[in-house]
């Protein structure tokens, strides 16, 4: 499984687009990308996935660059509301989901 | 909207008690599983399991073990809990394939 590196923190303001980038040197050709949002005292929740270039919802944009080793979480215009720790995980869509590894995360803290 | 329920949001347990936590999902999913988060050390798999009355160990299994008797409920025991177990313990579901989790809100485990 490809192992994931990401910051431990990050500071932002309110109205600020944030990138988080998350390193995946390792990955493999069937991987894919997802990461997943954990408020204080609630269990993590998926937010984006993709495999490669852009993939934008109405939550975040993910952007996946042509060699995939890493990627970023963009979250345009944060509020105070988007503070929480965001996980960036790879593994193979058609795998055993028991095999995901969610490490310790990137803790977003949004100020006013 | 994939719901997964833990039966309890807080508890405090006196050390050397039996100790269950129940969980139940509602989208038919094959996968079940039992998480602990501690401050640190990101989510850490106690057990999996992929089918009725099937099981795996995870990451840390001692000191535990779990029960699934239907489908749609997955339980964990503590058969003596212990100060160390202190931690909130995440339930979470998933088809067998692929990268999406669903997790519970979360059950706050204090031994004292």
């Known amino acids: 499984l490809a192992k994931t590196t990401q910051p431990i923190s990050m500071d932002s303001y309110e109205g600020q687009e944030v990138n988080i980038t998350c390193s995946h040197n390792?990955?493999?050709?069937?991987?894919?990308i997802t990461w997943y949002q954990q408020f204080p005292s609630q269990g993590p929740r998926f937010i984006i996935q993709g495999y490669k270039t852009k993939v934008t919802n109405e939550v975040a944009s993910l952007f996946i660059p042509a060699d995939r080793k890493s990627s970023t979480l963009s979250l345009p215009r944060v509020s105070l509301s988007d503070t929480a720790v965001y996980y960036c995980l790879v593994g193979d869509i058609g795998g055993a989901t028991n095999k995901l590894i969610f490490g310790t995360g990137t803790l977003l803290a949004v100020q006013p | 909207d994939v719901k997964v329920t833990q039966s309890s949001r807080y508890l405090v347990k006196r050390t050397g008690e039996k100790v269950f936590l129940e969980c139940v999902q509602d989208?038919?999913?094959?996968?079940m599983f039992w998480y602990r988060q501690d401050p640190g050390l990101g989510l850490r798999l106690i057990y999996f399991?992929?089918?009725?009355?099937?099981?795996e160990k995870g990451d840390i299994p001692e000191g535990y073990s779990v029960s699934r008797e239907k489908k749609e409920r997955f339980s964990l025991i503590l058969e003596s809990a212990s100060t160390n177990q202190t931690s909130m313990y995440l339930c979470?579901?998933?088809?067998?394939?692929?990268?999406?989790?669903?997790f519970g809100e979360g059950s706050w485990l204090t031994v004292v």
């Open positions: 399991s992929y089918d009725v009355k099937m099981k």
């Open positions: 390792n990955i493999a050709t069937n991987d894919y």
């Open positions: 979470a579901s998933s088809f067998t394939r692929g990268n999406t989790i669903y």
């Open positions: 989208m038919d999913h094959e996968n």
